[in-house]
């Protein structure tokens, strides 16, 4: 089954990648490494931050750019960014496409992402704001990703209990 990815380009805070990853065992999402990190993933942070569901996180580290880039050919990469002249809904996100974020101090690399301008994506914001929490960033892009898709493989409806509806009458 083919589906979305979120890579991370040296993280440096165990609960943002805790949180992104707990987002993609809901999503059924992979999430990428890309060394070096800023924590351990024994830590019990990033495991606090993804809670019981981080033993079921499909996730692959890699040495570096390089190394996951030779491990991934062919790769549809999306590259979030600040310094993009393009929004993330401007863009057609493939079902088995990855959505790259960068480190919280600097973002991804700008000769990254020099050579990669065609697939830089931003999430709109004021001026006079650096950037957004990286796991919110990624949340973001991710369910437009998964909006595009049809949320192909998610459950799409909820279901109330008795005792809730009457309390919604």
């Given at each position: 089954?083919?589906g979305?990815?979120?890579?991370?380009?040296?993280?440096?805070?165990?609960?943002?990648t805790?949180n992104?990853?707990?987002?993609?065992?809901?999503?059924?999402?992979?999430?990428?490494?890309?060394?070096?990190?800023?924590?351990?993933?024994?830590?019990?942070?990033?495991?606090r931050?993804?809670m019981?569901?981080?033993?079921?996180?499909?996730?692959?580290?890699?040495?570096?750019?390089?190394?996951?880039?030779?491990k991934?050919?062919?790769?549809?990469?999306?590259?979030a960014?600040?310094?993009?002249?393009?929004?993330?809904?401007?863009?057609?996100y493939?079902?088995?496409?990855?959505?790259?974020?960068?480190?919280?101090?600097g973002?991804?690399?700008?000769?990254?992402?020099?050579?990669?301008?065609?697939?830089?994506?931003?999430?709109?914001?004021?001026?006079?704001?650096?950037?957004?929490?990286?796991?919110?960033?990624?949340?973001?892009?991710?369910?437009?990703?998964?909006?595009?898709?049809n949320?192909?493989?998610?459950?799409?409806?909820?279901q109330?209990?008795?005792?809730?509806?009457?309390?919604?009458?």
């Amino acid at each position: 089954m083919a589906g979305l990815n979120i890579v991370l380009h040296e993280p440096e805070i165990p609960s943002n990648t805790g949180n992104i990853g707990r987002t993609c065992v809901a999503t059924g999402t992979r999430l990428h490494l890309i060394e070096p990190l800023g924590f351990r993933l024994s830590e019990k942070e990033i495991k606090r931050a993804g809670m019981d569901y981080w033993k079921d996180l499909d996730v692959t580290t890699y040495l570096d750019y390089e190394d996951f880039l030779r491990k991934n050919p062919g790769a549809k990469i999306y590259y979030a960014t600040t310094k993009a002249p393009r929004a993330y809904t401007e863009v057609h996100y493939e079902e088995d496409c990855f959505l790259m974020f960068g480190k919280e101090s600097g973002g991804i690399p700008e000769e990254i992402l020099l050579e990669n301008q065609e697939r830089c994506i931003r999430i709109p914001m004021l001026d006079e704001i650096r950037s957004l929490n990286l796991s919110n960033a990624a949340a973001i892009v991710l369910y437009e990703a998964l909006r595009q898709n049809n949320f192909s493989h998610l459950k799409k409806e909820g279901q109330l209990t008795r005792y809730q509806w009457k309390q919604e009458r």
